[in-house]
């Protein structure tokens, strides 16, 4: 079953209230299967990490992660 955006919109104001990171896997939905480069976008909702892969790179086993300059910075 798909979310809805208001379910998304929802989950993102609880990870805000609660300091929970939103990480969108987007390794299956990403790189413009759903209209938009990614599913995300659709939602109207901006998650701490996007993780994606396979279509990025032709056919090449390669994968990425991107996110919030303040997550990405952060020391391990």
């Avoid at 390794?27 to 990614?38: E, I, K, M, N, P």
């Avoid at 396979?54 to 910075?73: N, Q, Y």
Wanted: include cysteine; proline fraction near 4%.
């Amino acid at each position: 079953y798909a979310a809805t955006p208001a379910f998304m919109q929802r989950l993102r104001a609880l990870c805000d209230e609660h300091g929970i990171m939103l990480i969108a896997d987007e390794v299956q939905s990403g790189a413009g299967r759903t209209g938009t480069l990614f599913a995300m976008e659709q939602m109207g909702v901006a998650p701490d990490l996007t993780t994606f892969a396979k279509s990025i790179a032709g056919g090449f086993p390669l994968a990425g992660v991107t996110g919030r300059a303040e997550v990405m910075d952060a020391v391990a």
